[in-house]
């Protein structure tokens, strides 16, 4: 096993899609954690933090000694947030590594590949956003409005107080095609590149993203590296998220023969969404489904109009769960193509 997997090594993409199926199993089996969940002690570190090095926070556009101290104090809270666990990691399987090598122990090399494994779980939250989208889909679909709005506020930053029966499922097949890049197929892919440190490295930036890279005058100035570096290292892989989404996609006679235009046209929505990035997933997604989503959303107090985004009838009821199944094929469909890959090459090679 070798600490940072090479992409044109068979034998290591083996084992890596073994340890892909491995954390999925183990996320289908236990769910997310109910207590001591890690990135819930990092989001209560990061409200510290920021609370700490964010105390101006309405600055004036016009000010511009304090928009460069904002944003230097956001980019050190970050950094202090961020970076030390990934190299921590890293630094362990750096001498777990070099420890079995030069004992040739098969157990440590079990060992590493266990706690990896384990990482990776810990960072996908698969079952934790099927049982989140479901909340909202039951309550929906016994006209419970209240029940369906509280939860929705667990998946979403708007504002749920006035939310139709039709925004409420619009909000929930966003958040479940955007988080199934976010919280599941992203970790699996940079799994594959750089192991678990890439995988924590991304997660912990996305999750500052979600609690820092609001345009508003709280984050505008604050938030503004957060935002950017989960553009910056989430651009690759929703590009691989969209393609998966195609391709686990119901084949219908029309996705089998329009799977390019499904993605072409929604990387073409992206482009005027707020996020490109998610824009891709969500569009991507919702096309390849047949649906479609955008709209007006109330975010803190103020509207924002997003774009048409997918291509068919106004998303409905049931595309919740078919949205949901959709994430859990293309991440099923990822670990077994790796794990594929490896085992063929293998035998042939």
């Not at 940072?4 to 068979?10: G, K, M, R």
Request: glycine residues 8%; contains cysteine.
């Amino acid at each position: 096993m070798e600490l940072i997997p090479q992409l044109f090594s068979f034998s290591s993409l083996t084992v890596i899609g073994s340890q892909l199926i491995f954390a999925l199993l183990l996320d289908r089996i236990l769910g997310e954690p109910a207590r001591f969940h890690p990135l819930i002690g990092f989001g209560n570190l990061a409200n510290r933090i920021e609370a700490k090095f964010n105390p101006q926070q309405n600055v004036p556009e016009d000010d511009l000694p304090h928009v460069g101290k904002a944003r230097f104090k956001g980019i050190i809270g970050w950094l202090i947030l961020v970076v030390p666990l990934p190299i921590a990691l890293w630094g362990l399987n750096y001498c777990a590594v070099n420890f079995a090598a030069a004992n040739d122990s098969s157990l440590v090399y079990w060992l590493i590949g266990i706690l990896n494994s384990f990482v990776l779980y810990l960072a996908i939250g698969l079952q934790s956003l099927t049982q989140h989208a479901m909340q909202i889909y039951h309550p929906l679909k016994h006209g419970d409005m209240d029940q369906a709005r509280h939860f929705t506020g667990y998946m979403v930053s708007r504002d749920t107080q006035s939310l139709t029966p039709k925004d409420m499922r619009r909000a929930a097949v966003e958040s479940v095609l955007e988080n199934g890049h976010d919280g599941v197929i992203a970790s699996l892919f940079y799994f594959v590149i750089g192991g678990a440190p890439l995988v924590v490295l991304h997660r912990l930036i996305n999750t500052l993203d979600a609690m820092w890279g609001y345009k508003t005058p709280r984050f505008l100035y604050f938030g503004w590296w957060a935002a950017r570096a989960d553009d910056h290292l989430g651009w690759a892989s929703t590009y691989c998220t969209s393609l998966l989404y195609v391709l686990a996609a119901p084949k219908t006679h029309q996705s089998k023969h329009l799977a390019f235009e499904h993605i072409s046209r929604a990387w073409r929505q992206a482009k005027d969404y707020k996020s490109k990035n998610g824009g891709r997933c969500m569009a991507t997604g919702a096309s390849a489904l047949g649906f479609t989503l955008g709209g007006t959303a109330h975010y803190q107090g103020n509207i924002i109009r997003s774009p048409l985004l997918g291509n068919g009838n106004v998303v409905a009821l049931g595309d919740i769960p078919r949205s949901v199944a959709l994430v859990k094929r293309s991440a099923w469909l990822f670990a077994f193509a790796v794990l594929s890959i490896g085992l063929t090459a293998n035998a042939i090679f």
